[in-house]
């Protein structure tokens, strides 16, 4: 089976395992990755990055020229792209720039222009209702008519595109997997020593972005009622509410307890994560925030709590979003925004801590089954096989 897969998240290599699994899942199987050939990804790094031809065999990534160097929706490839098409013959196109991605309106075209029959399947992240102006509702109009069938990162997306008229195959899974050598339990003493963490210290966990729609704040919340147990916070992250969270640890003397590490490596984060006698997502649904199309955020996955799963962690999460759907009853879940709920979760974990032990082992079994690049390649290939197979 010939795939060929297009985003600009496969600049990353490490993003690419999935990819390059699925590839070596059977004799056969090729996989040609577009990504532009430049794209400035904004934020921290603010530089253009300038993708590099790769051949593996069966998996190979092609820089493609592009228009638009940093918006997903207007990103489109330029004439080379025709070239790699009529060379590929590709039985399967798959665009993750979401529902209205222009580049995935271009490859329907081209799919059909030059009669290759492939199978055009799109991912998208989205999981807030929207409503669409003209031109931009005929755009999605238009992908939805010619999808074949449909990945979502989540339930709550297949049920906004099921609301939106879609009626063909919606498949949900992540689009990025948890590279199981990478996150895998592993004693850290060293990393403990230097952050101050003895071996019986009960470490809460948290990774990711210091704002207010984390939910750091309800955990703080929660913390702070619990003085008379033993615990340390490990904060992995950057954002606006360092300062706040700072302000709020001093005046509930809880300062001390709190192990701040301002944001390391991707490929560094198991190690902390490995330190913690549970990781929290504290996710909390917000209606503040305004895109061009919509209003709102809430959790679409929560990669860290596989990676946390992965090491053998036990996982507390809100019900936010995707949140629920990824923990199951493999891991705590509590109401958003109840910091007493979130409490008792606490309260079960440090006290209990053959429970723990459970949970982080059940979580781990999931991850395996489940949330591996591996895992997700097969879950992927499969989809494509249906869809090839039905006509």
Same mark, same amino acid.
């Given at each position: 089976?010939?795939?060929?897969?297009?985003?600009?998240?496969? %600049?990353?290599?490490?993003?690419? =395992?999935?990819?390059?699994?699925?590839?070596?899942?059977?004799?056969?199987?090729?996989?040609?990755? /577009?990504?532009?050939?430049?794209?400035?990804?904004?934020? /921290? $790094?603010?530089?253009?990055? =300038?993708?590099?031809?790769?051949?593996?065999?069966?998996?190979? %990534?092609?820089?493609?020229?592009?228009?638009? $160097? @940093?918006?997903?929706?207007?990103?489109?490839? *330029?004439?080379?792209l025709i070239s790699l098409f009529q060379e590929f013959r590709p039985q399967v196109i798959q665009v993750e720039q979401g529902?209205?991605?222009?580049?995935?309106?271009?490859?329907? /075209?081209?799919?059909?222009?030059?009669?290759l029959k492939?199978?055009?399947i799109f991912f998208?992240?989205?999981? #807030?209702?929207?409503? #669409?102006?003209?031109?931009?509702?005929? #755009?999605?109009?238009?992908?939805? @008519?010619?999808?074949?069938?449909?990945?979502?990162?989540? $339930?709550? *997306?297949?049920?906004?595109?099921?609301?939106?008229g879609y009626q063909g195959s919606i498949k949900v899974m992540p689009q990025l997997g948890v590279d199981e050598t990478l996150f895998t339990p592993k004693a850290q003493p060293e990393l403990a020593a230097k952050l101050g963490i003895k071996s019986d210290d009960f470490v809460v966990g948290f990774v990711g972005r210091f704002v207010q729609e984390k939910g750091l704040l309800t955990l703080l919340q929660a913390l702070v009622t619990l003085q008379d147990k033993s615990w340390k916070l &490990?904060?992995?992250?950057? *954002?606006? &509410?360092?300062?706040?969270? %700072?302000?709020?640890?001093?005046?509930?003397?809880?300062?001390?307890r709190l192990i701040?590490?301002?944001?390391?490596?991707?490929?560094? /984060?198991?190690?902390?994560?490995?330190?913690?006698s549970t990781l929290v997502l504290p996710s909390e649904t917000t209606y503040n925030f305004k895109t061009l199309t919509s209003v709102g955020w809430k959790e679409q996955f929560g990669h860290v709590l596989i990676e946390a799963m992965a090491c053998q962690v036990p996982v507390i999460g809100s019900n936010s979003g995707e949140i629920p759907h990824v923990i199951g009853d493999d891991g705590l879940i509590f109401p958003e925004g109840d910091a007493k709920a979130l409490a008792d979760c606490l309260v079960q974990l440090i006290e209990k801590p053959d429970f723990a032990q459970t949970l982080g082992e059940r979580g781990y079994q999931k991850a395996m089954v489940?949330?591996?690049?591996?895992?997700l390649a097969k879950q992927q290939f499969e989809f494509y096989q249906e869809l090839v197979n039905s006509h």
């Open positions: 089976m010939k795939i060929l897969v297009a985003s600009h998240t496969y %600049i990353v290599d490490l993003n690419c =395992e999935k990819l390059r699994a699925l590839s070596q899942l059977e004799p056969g199987i090729e996989v040609t990755v /577009v990504v532009p050939k430049s794209w400035k990804p904004g934020g /921290v $790094q603010n530089k253009i990055i =300038e993708t590099q031809y790769r051949d593996e065999g069966a998996f190979k %990534i092609v820089p493609v020229s592009n228009f638009s $160097q @940093n918006h997903q929706g207007l990103l489109t490839f *330029g004439a080379d529902s209205r991605g222009l580049a995935y309106t271009q490859m329907i /075209v081209l799919n059909q222009l030059l009669n492939a199978k055009n998208t992240w989205w999981n #807030l209702p929207y409503e #669409l102006k003209l031109p931009i509702a005929l #755009l999605e109009k238009y992908n939805l @008519n010619h999808s074949h069938g449909i990945i979502s990162g989540n $339930q709550d *997306g297949a049920e906004i595109l099921r609301q939106r &490990l904060l992995l992250g950057r *954002g606006p &509410l360092q300062t706040e969270i %700072i302000k709020i640890a001093t005046e509930n003397n809880i300062k001390e701040l590490v301002e944001s390391v490596p991707h490929n560094e /984060v198991a190690s902390y994560i490995n330190l913690m489940k949330y591996t690049n591996k895992a």
